[in-house]
């Protein structure tokens, strides 16, 4: 996919964290994988003094300098060390005074995809996904990356990539970026369709396996002309009659990375996050692609 008009090409949000490491090595693999620059970038946010009222300093104060600085050399370090024998990507660090959220999302209009990791963690465990990574995911102008770093066993290099398809068209331009993944990692796509309307068969007294056959079909035009498109791309299509968010994560459990759309059939378009989008970035335990 195109990409290389870009000007940051893979922008990675760093902060110094662990998850802001993994994803600096996620996207260092990436950018080398698809021949495009990598960005590190970090943003700091304006000291508010508290006079007068709301004042914000003009310029950013030293000691946030030096942290900048060290937040980007500690971002280089994990770049270096997930190379192995690799040639490094073109490289460019760049720290922005600024409100975390709306830089990153102004950035991300010149990205081709945004790496983040994955936070907030508190009082609910997995359960939601820090603020800064939840805001980049509802509103980014490009595809991001939610990458978890929880002390797991890393992701099998040979798993497949597992596409969310729903037909919406959140999902197709999923279903063109998964594609393209699993092409350059030479490995299979498992193609997950579920409807969610299980709960409804009984009251109609509606058979699931009446609609099998014809969701079989739906899938199928879904994902016949990609196949043509990408022919050494082997696909395996799953179909099940449940909650889409847990099959998703069931199948996450042996891939290597998980694209989903943005929305799904329901939702306000450009408001909120697909409830099954959301619960997979969550949860799961290998990256995450949320395709607008």
């Not at 907030?120 to 490009?142: E, F, N, P």
């Not at 619960?279 to 995450?288: E, G, N, T």
Request: negative net charge; hydrophobic residues 45%; glycine residues 10%.
């Amino acid at each position: 996919m195109a990409g290389s008009a870009k000007k940051y090409g893979v922008l990675v949000c760093v902060d110094g964290s662990a998850a802001s490491d993994a994803a600096v090595a996620w996207g260092t693999r990436e950018a080398i994988m698809r021949d495009l620059p990598i960005t590190l970038m970090h943003a700091v946010p304006p000291v508010v003094v508290g006079w007068p009222v709301g004042q914000l300093y003009a310029d950013m104060p030293e000691w946030q300098r030096d942290s900048a600085r060290h937040v980007i050399d500690q971002a280089r370090k994990a770049l270096n060390a997930s190379l192995g024998d690799a040639k490094p990507p073109e490289t460019h660090t760049e720290t922005v005074y600024s409100a975390i959220v709306p830089a990153l999302i102004e950035a991300s209009d010149d990205a081709w995809v945004l790496v983040t990791g994955s936070q907030g963690l508190g009082a609910m465990g997995r359960l939601l996904l820090g603020s800064v990574t939840a805001g980049l995911v509802h509103y980014a102008h490009c595809p991001v990356a939610v990458i978890h770093s929880d002390g797991g066993a890393a992701p099998d290099p040979g798993g497949p990539v597992v596409l969310g398809i729903d037909g919406s068209p959140a999902s197709e331009a999923a279903t063109a970026l998964a594609f393209d993944e699993a092409s350059r990692r030479r490995v299979g796509l498992v193609a997950v369709h579920v409807w969610s309307d299980v709960g409804v068969f009984p009251i109609l007294g509606m058979d699931w396996h009446d609609r099998e056959k014809e969701a079989q079909e739906v899938l199928g035009e879904r994902l016949a002309g990609w196949q043509e498109r990408y022919p050494d791309v082997h696909v395996e299509r799953k179909l099940f009659c449940d909650k889409p968010s847990d099959w998703l994560l069931k199948e996450s459990e042996r891939a290597q990375l998980v694209v989903v759309g943005s929305r799904g059939r329901g939702g306000f378009p450009g408001m909120l996050l697909g409830s099954v989008s959301s619960a997979v970035a969550q949860s799961a335990r290998v990256p995450v692609l949320v395709v607008r």
